[in-house]
Each structure stands twice: as structure tokens, then as C-alpha cells.
């Protein structure tokens, strides 16, 4: 076992355990951080996205040894309030049925509207499309993403 730093959310964490246990492990069990959600666990349906360094990534496929020095965002660390965009956006919109892939969801469209204030639906559609919703939802989260979009401008 290798002692590991880890910065969460702005918090620092000191760990020792395995260096390939998958951060969605970390998060879950050693960080009390339950929002990010286990789905498939092979990185196919987004339910477990958090952002490295501002970058969505799958943290059921991540090892914890491969995050380094790059800062992790859950979607406990969106915002502290709910005043995110997205937040704001999902909760106009009544966005979620069962809401089990929400927060994947909700990661992977903030580091899209950050990068892209005026995104067309094509651009939405491509930015989405890696996640899966069981409860059939996608076209409330397209609006969601739109209006987020719309107001973080």
C-alpha cells in the first residue's frame, strides 16, 4: 500500500489503500461522497462521471493511483447551494424520473457548458450521448442542458 494525497472537492484526503481500487470506490465508501453513483462498472454508462481537473471522467475504471496531483470534482462539489447552472436547470426543469444517472449526467453537462455557452442540439446530443438514462429522460436533459447553457452565459 502506497500513501496516496488526494484533493476532493477543495478538501485534502490522506489514504493508504489499495492503488488500483477505482475512485468511485474511494468516493463512495472512504469519502462519504454517495452522489456519484456505481452503474455498469466498464465506464459504458456514465452514471459514475466526475471531472479531473475540469475533465468528466469515469471514476468506476479509474484507479486511484492514476489521479495524481489533479484535483477531483463530485457532483457534491458542483456547488455547495445548488446555484450551478446545471443544478439550477435540472430543478427548472424537472429533469429527473428515478434519478440514479443524474449526476453523471449533471457532471458531463457542466464541463460542456463551460466550454461551450451556445451549444446547438447536435452539439448537446454528442456531448450526452455517452450516458445512459434507463428511465428514458434524455430529451428533458437536452432541454436542461440548453437552459443551463442559456444561463451561464
Given at each position: 500500500?502506497?500513501?496516496?494525497?488526494?484533493?476532493?472537492?477543495?478538501?485534502?484526503?490522506?489514504?493508504?489503500?489499495?492503488?488500483?481500487?477505482p475512485l468511485l470506490w474511494?468516493?463512495?465508501?472512504?469519502?462519504?461522497?454517495?452522489?456519484?453513483?456505481?452503474?455498469?462498472?466498464?465506464?459504458?454508462?456514465?452514471?459514475?462521471?466526475?471531472?479531473?481537473?475540469?475533465?468528466?471522467?469515469?471514476?468506476?475504471?479509474?484507479?486511484?493511483?492514476?489521479?495524481?496531483?489533479?484535483?477531483?470534482?463530485?457532483?457534491?462539489?458542483?456547488?455547495?447551494?445548488?446555484?450551478?447552472?446545471v443544478q439550477q436547470a435540472?430543478?427548472?426543469?424537472?429533469?429527473?424520473?428515478?434519478?440514479?444517472?443524474?449526476?453523471?449526467?449533471?457532471?458531463?453537462?457542466?464541463?460542456?457548458?463551460?466550454?461551450?455557452?451556445?451549444?446547438?442540439?447536435?452539439?448537446?446530443?454528442?456531448?450526452?450521448?455517452?450516458?445512459?438514462?434507463?428511465?428514458?429522460?434524455?430529451?428533458?436533459?437536452?432541454?436542461?442542458?440548453?437552459?443551463?447553457?442559456?444561463?451561464?452565459?
Amino acid at each position: 500500500m502506497a500513501q496516496l494525497n488526494l484533493k476532493i472537492n477543495g478538501k485534502n484526503y490522506k489514504t493508504d489503500i489499495d492503488p488500483e481500487t477505482p475512485l468511485l470506490w474511494y468516493l463512495r465508501e472512504h469519502a462519504d461522497l454517495v452522489g456519484t453513483k456505481y452503474g455498469c462498472g466498464i465506464a459504458q454508462c456514465g452514471a459514475c462521471t466526475v471531472h479531473m481537473d475540469g475533465n468528466p471522467i469515469r471514476s468506476c475504471v479509474m484507479p486511484i493511483s492514476a489521479i495524481g496531483e489533479a484535483e477531483i470534482t463530485t457532483i457534491e462539489g458542483l456547488s455547495t447551494d445548488g446555484s450551478h447552472p446545471v443544478q439550477q436547470a435540472w430543478d427548472e426543469l424537472d429533469v429527473p424520473q428515478c434519478g440514479y444517472c443524474q449526476a453523471g449526467q449533471m457532471m458531463t453537462a457542466a464541463a460542456f457548458i463551460r466550454d461551450n455557452k451556445a451549444p446547438s442540439e447536435e452539439e448537446i446530443e454528442d456531448a450526452m450521448n455517452p450516458h445512459i438514462c434507463r428511465c428514458g429522460t434524455y430529451h428533458r436533459i437536452r432541454k436542461a442542458v440548453k437552459l443551463a447553457a442559456d444561463k451561464a452565459k
